[in-house]
């Protein structure tokens, strides 16, 4: 638990470092002793020839939104992912990502990548991923 990390080794030099690069020394309205929560709150599509995609994941209606009209994309074209998030209650730890390919409705492959460990925090983290094609 996070209390437990907080507590853990308190002698121990680079243990606290690690500690602090988590984020553990300082004091969040966002900690508490409940389930560790990521909420996802926009992912963006940015492309080098025409203006972003941005997807505001807060607004209750913008899923419903996207099923009912998908985001399609020409073959070939190149963009950039970025996901904006907040980590709440407890510390994440090997937080991946996994994004499914459709093509006419079927599965046509999956990209994994690991983003990471994430502290409780007020603080909005972001990840911007490889260029895709």
């Given amino acids: 638990t996070l209390d437990e990390y907080k507590n853990l080794d308190a002698n121990d030099e680079s243990l606290r470092k690690w500690k602090e690069s988590l984020g553990l020394s300082t004091a969040s309205s966002q900690l ?3 389930k560790a929560q990521v909420v996802i709150l926009s ?3 940015e492309f080098e020839n025409h203006p972003e995609i941005f997807i505001d994941l807060t607004n209750p209606n913008t899923l419903e939104d996207i099923k009912k009209k998908p985001i399609v994309l020409k073959a070939g074209e190149s963009y950039v992912l970025k996901i904006r998030f907040k980590v709440l209650n407890d510390i994440v730890c090997g937080l991946k990502f996994l994004q499914v390919y459709k093509r006419a409705g079927f599965s046509s492959g ?3 990548e690991m983003i990471g460990s994430y502290s409780p ?3 909005v983290y972001e990840k911007r991923f490889p260029k895709e094609v």
Avoid: F, N
Wanted: proline content about 0%.
């Fill in 32 to 34: 508490g002793d409940g």
């Fill in 43 to 45: 992912l963006s599509l």
């Fill in 110 to 112: 999956t990209i994994s």
């Fill in 121 to 123: 925090s007020d603080e």
